[in-house]
T-cell receptor
Framework: AQKVTQAQTEISVVEKEDVTLDCVYETRDTTYYLFWYKQPPSGELVFLIRRNSFDEQNEISGRYSWNFQKSTSSFNFTITASQVVDSAVYFCALRCLTTSGTYKYIFGTGTRLKVLA | KAGVTQTPRYLIKTRGQQVTLSCSPISGHRSVSWYQQTPGQGLQFLFEYFSETQRNKGNFPGRFSGRQFSNSRSEMNVSTLELGDSALYLC?????????????????FGSGTRLTVV
């Protein structure tokens, strides 16, 4: 089965707190890509990061960091010192192979993050 | 570089009517995908077009259809609207030729069309 689970529906934190958004995936592909997108109130999904299945190195970009662990099929996203502008819905997505030999995305249900001033 | 443009931004329709939504991808992008976003179901894949051909289709009824033109612009149509079709419809484009967006940068999304069916 191909599936992405974001168990946290909504998280509220106070500004400057650290917060981790969880993403667990299932795939039968041996090579795959995982993505995180941010959806601000304006609606468009904004690409944040992608990770391929061969690269388990964690990544840090400013206040954002990602922890990819194949052993637990997880690709978690941490925001350090959260800010009000981080308030958005965050989606984890899996790029997976279809039966026709092309690829498509499977999205998690998203986690709504509210950062309170 | 202009982003992905979706029109209209908001739409209110009555049950039983039909609706057409439009998406203009980033210049040079030949792949266009459509997603339906609802609070209960999250983001659901509708279909993907590449060079005017439907490459993939999600699990939606035949009332949902789409097409892509030679300039890569795409339209999706929903006939006989139902209340449950109320959603944000997102379009995404990429230059990729095998689906699933660019492996490095994924898709570029538009801001969506919010459809309300009353």
């Amino acid at each position: 089965a191909q599936k992405v689970t974001q168990a946290q529906t909504e998280i509220s934190v106070v500004e400057k707190e650290d917060v981790t958004l969880d993403c667990v995936y299932e795939t039968r592909d041996t090579t795959y890509y995982l993505f995180w997108y941010k959806q601000p109130p304006s609606g468009e999904l904004v690409f944040l990061i992608r990770r391929n299945s061969f690269d388990e190195q964690n990544e840090i970009s400013g206040r954002y960091s990602w922890n990819f662990q194949k052993s637990t099929s997880s690709f978690n996203f941490t925001i350090t010192a959260s800010q009000v502008v981080d308030s958005a819905v965050y989606f984890c997505a899996l790029r997976c192979l279809t039966t026709s030999g092309t690829y498509k995305y499977i999205f998690g249900t998203g986690t709504r993050l509210k950062v309170l001033a | 570089k202009a982003g992905v443009t979706q029109t209209p931004r908001y739409l209110i329709k009555t049950r039983g009517q039909q609706v057409t939504l439009s998406c203009s991808p980033i210049s040079g992008h030949r792949s266009v995908s459509w997603y339906q976003q609802t609070p209960g179901q999250g983001l659901q894949f509708l279909f993907e077009y590449f060079s005017e051909t439907q490459r993939n289709k999600g699990n939606f009824p035949g009332r949902f259809s789409g097409r892509q033109f030679s300039n890569s612009r795409s339209e999706m149509n929903v006939s006989t609207l139902e209340l449950g079709d109320s959603a944000l419809y997102l379009c995404a484009s990429s230059s990729d030729g095998i689906g699933g967006g660019d492996v490095n940068y994924g898709y570029t999304f538009g801001s969506g069309t919010r459809l309300t069916v009353v």
